[in-house]
């Protein structure tokens, strides 16, 4: 069945980097757009970044546009996020999504999500 | 780029009918088709509820319903159940290609 499982999170100084990973299976990852996103301890949600299918097209939110990338690797089911310049405020579960077919705004599939700690 | 606004908390009792908005702008909410609903229990990870203002996946019950007057979108839940005692959260892409979410509703079942 679908499955999204994300890993990579943990704990990190200020200012630091850190590569979250999500992997794919029970669907042909390929074919589908993704999305990452982001809840803060007893937040709301906060939509990252947006990858096309073939990895040609990326979208971002100003909040974190330029410290934040998103990549995939198809030939591996693996879709990346690539996190610098690491503040307070990024301490988060981080979720991947898969598109729902033909409406690439929408999230119809989510991991269990990574926590991410930036802390000294 | 600012957070689509919702009311933080609504409530009703087993089998009422309760109704969430999503108030936004000409430039999301009110100008695109790909309004989303999601619910979130603790500790979980969110799912879709309903999509591109009404529309709903398999598998969730016909109960939920989505709409849309304007700048705001609503989701109601009608015959309340004790399952449904959830967050909920709106989103909807927005010019520049971006998404946004509102700020999440605690759905309590009294």
């Known amino acids: 069945q679908l499955q999204l499982v994300e890993s990579g999170g943990g704990v990190v100084q200020p200012g630091g980097s850190l590569r979250l990973s999500c992997a794919a299976s029970g669907f042909t990852f390929s074919n589908y757009g993704m999305h990452w996103v982001r809840q803060a301890p007893g937040k709301g949600l906060e939509w990252l970044a947006f990858i096309h299918n073939d990895g040609s097209i990326k979208y971002y939110p100003d909040s974190v546009k330029g410290r934040f990338t998103i990549s995939r690797d198809n030939s591996k089911n693996t879709l990346y996020l690539q996190m610098n310049s690491l503040r307070a405020e990024d301490t988060a579960v981080y979720y991947c999504?898969?598109?729902?077919?033909?409406?690439?705004?929408?999230?119809?599939?989510w991991g269990q999500g990574t926590l991410v700690t930036v802390s000294s | 780029q600012s957070a689509l606004t919702q009311p933080p908390s609504a409530s009703g009792s087993p089998g009422q009918s309760v109704t969430i908005s999503c108030t936004g702008t000409?430039?999301?909410?009110?100008?695109?088709?790909?309004v989303s609903w999601y619910q979130q229990h603790p500790g979980k990870a969110p799912k879709l509820m309903i999509y591109?203002?009404?529309k709903r996946p398999s598998g969730v019950p016909d109960r939920f319903s989505g709409s849309r007057s304007g700048n705001t979108a609503s989701l109601t839940v009608s015959g309340l159940q004790a399952e449904d005692e959830a967050d909920y959260y709106c989103s909807s892409n927005a010019a520049s290609n971006i998404v946004l979410f509102g700020g999440g509703t605690i759905l309590t079942v009294l």
């Open positions: 999504a898969k598109i729902f077919p033909g409406s690439g705004w929408t999230f119809d599939c």
């Open positions: 591109e203002v009404s």
């Open positions: 000409s430039s999301d909410v009110g100008g695109y088709n790909y």
